[in-house]
């Protein structure tokens, strides 16, 4: 969560300290502990926790009720094989998971093996997967072609396996599935940068990905974020995605949920869709921040409201 320091400026919650300080990762690159009554909240944390479209943020510790016929999703992303080290209290129980890509540090097996089990543990009902540039192992094409010398040069791994090694959840690359009525759909793919897994170039090639995805979409998970929102690395460029931005907000899409960019971890709105950037592990790599959890009210009354809102906001015509 983005914040302001007083006579510090502006950082991101990294740790919590447990003795009435948080560890705070400044935006200039510096870090260090911070008495809470410095601590204020961000702009980008909106003031309420209901969303225009129905759906209602659950704040931590997630023990506030779900009420009946809604449904709870706990969102992750950018893991980085540190599964086995996220807080307990961060592990809320859902109906449905959610991870955004970046299980494992450079797609090595065995953590891909130790993230299935950690899924398979984890009290949800439903679990849902992409990769992200880093899971290489799932980019067949640029394993063999690249990744494999530039990462594993020592021991390559047979990257035909990563796949059926991923178990406990569904695994999504450019494509659906429906959970509990709601239509997901998952990809990968993120603008180019330093040639890791499963980029594109901006432009034509994003442009052609992103029309892939269905015009019924209510939840949509993409490792790179949408240009503006959860994209601002702390450098201060935003590295979103422009043509998925246009994209989601040619559809009526509910909730877009990534990671990647750790440091644009948080959430945001245009009005009509919620924007989640879910990344567990901080810029130093620290699998601290906590999952975002919010309530779905049932589908057809999230549509509706969807609807609605986005009439509202005059930002695009019902789908
Ligand atoms: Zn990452």
Not at 8 to 28: K, S, V, Y
Not at 42 to 50: D, G, H, I, L, Y
Not at 57 to 81: I, N, Q, Y
């Amino acid at each position: 969560m983005h914040v302001k320091v007083l006579q510090r400026g502006p950082g991101i919650l990294a740790l919590d300290n447990e003795d009435g300080t948080w560890n705070i990762e400044f935006d200039d690159g510096t870090d260090g502990d911070v008495p809470l009554g410095d601590i204020e909240t961000a702009e980008e944390t909106p003031p309420s926790n209901e969303h225009a479209n129905g759906i209602r943020m659950v704040a931590p510790p997630w023990t506030e009720p779900k009420l009946e016929g809604w449904t709870r999703f706990v969102c992750f992303s950018d893991t980085h094989g540190l599964h086995g080290q996220i807080p307990k209290k961060h592990l809320p129980a859902a109906d449905v998971l959610l991870h955004a890509g970046d299980f494992t540090n450079t797609g090595e097996l065995e953590q891909v093996e130790s993230f299935s089990s950690w899924l398979e543990a984890y009290p949800a009902a439903h679990k849902v997967v992409i990769a992200g540039n880093h899971d290489i192992t799932f980019d067949e094409y640029y394993y063999t072609c690249r990744g494999a010398l530039r990462f594993h040069p020592r021991r390559e791994y047979d990257c035909t396996k990563a796949r059926g090694l991923l178990t406990g959840c569904t695994y999504l690359q450019d494509s659906a599935i429906e959970v509990g009525g709601y239509r997901i759909y998952g990809s990968p793919w993120q603008p180019a940068f330093c040639d890791w897994a499963f980029n594109l170039e901006r432009g034509v090639e994003c442009r052609k990905q992103w029309t892939m995805i269905p015009s019924d979409v209510d939840i949509l998970i993409t490792h790179g974020p949408a240009a503006g929102h959860g994209d601002r690395c702390s450098s201060g460029i935003r590295a979103g995605c422009e043509d998925l931005l246009t994209e989601i907000q040619s559809r009526s899409i509910l909730v877009a949920v990534a990671g990647h960019i750790h440091e644009g971890y948080g959430m945001s709105s245009d009005g009509v869709t919620l924007y989640l950037n879910a990344s567990t592990c901080t810029h130093s790599y620290r699998p601290t921040n906590p999952p975002i959890v919010f309530d779905a009210p049932p589908v057809a009354m999230l549509r509706e409201a969807t609807v609605s809102a986005a009439t509202a906001a005059g930002l695009r015509p019902p789908s």
